[in-house]
């Protein structure tokens, strides 16, 4: 079982919808992160959070919008998306390296949300 | 910038046979990481492997071995005695220099992937 929860696993939406991605980890990771996935593509950076604070924005469109309201918690916040928008999104957590074990930077990813937009 | 190059969009094995998945990369830096995931049709990564640029010897984790090459810039994935459960895309990946801590991530690029089919 993954230690990197995400829900919902599927979500259909219209353009002019709100909705909400969610991810949880348990796992003290304090680096957590958001892909977009399209299909027969390889995952692409959106956002890092480090200690709760954007990190990194891989200028991705603002009807995206992320949150990292604690240690264990990252949303992304989805508006007035478009269809080309559908794909599959990524949660991911890394440990700091300081827990003894090897310092590999390794991804726990979950399961991914798979996002259709009509 | 990074860039990893995985050439290999389709490859077919034979059950109980090994396999050698294809990855070059290129990078300034001196210290990076290298990775390779498994992703079934469900959607989730798992991590497999991992080789540090400093690592002398090749990365073992049970069936899956890391050919790691330095001078030729290559990260192949053997696997050996393949299963069913393997067929999967197999995503070669690499990190850069991590981040001063305490902040402790990094960026990791992505090869577009292989897709590898294990035949009864």
């Known amino acids: 079982d993954t230690e990197v929860t995400q829900t919902p696993k599927h979500l259909v939406m219209g353009m002019t919808n709100k909705k909400s991605l969610k991810c949880e980890q348990h796992m003290g990771h304090r680096a957590m992160y958001w892909y977009k996935q399209k299909a027969k593509k390889p995952p692409e950076l959106m956002f890092v959070y480090s200690y709760e604070k954007l990190s990194i924005n891989e200028s991705v469109p603002s009807r995206f919008s992320p949150e990292c309201p604690n240690s264990s918690l990252l949303n992304l916040h989805l508006h007035a998306l478009q269809p080309e928008d559908s794909a599959l999104y990524l949660c991911?957590?890394?440990?700091?390296?300081?827990?003894?074990?090897?310092?590999?930077?390794?991804?726990?990813f979950g399961e991914g949300s798979r996002l259709t937009v009509l | 910038a990074q860039k990893i190059t995985q050439t290999q969009p389709g490859m077919f094995v034979q059950e109980k046979e090994a396999v050698t998945l294809d990855c070059t990369y290129d990078?300034?830096?001196?210290?990076?990481?290298l990775f390779w995931y498994k992703q079934p049709s469900s959607g989730e990564m798992i991590f497999l492997i991992y080789?540090?640029?400093?690592?002398?010897q090749n990365a073992t984790e049970g069936r899956y071995s890391l050919n790691f090459q330095k001078a030729r810039k290559s990260a192949n994935l053997v696997i050996s005695a393949s299963q069913l459960g393997d067929s999967a895309m197999y995503f070669c990946a690499m990190r850069e220099p991590r981040n001063p801590r305490p902040w402790g991530y990094q960026k990791v690029t992505f090869g577009i992937g292989t897709k590898l089919q294990v035949i009864p």
């Open positions: 990078t300034s830096d001196q210290s990076y990481g």
């Open positions: 080789q540090g640029s400093y690592d002398e």
């Open positions: 991911a957590s890394s440990p700091r390296g300081t827990s003894g074990r090897v310092d590999t930077g390794e991804l726990f």
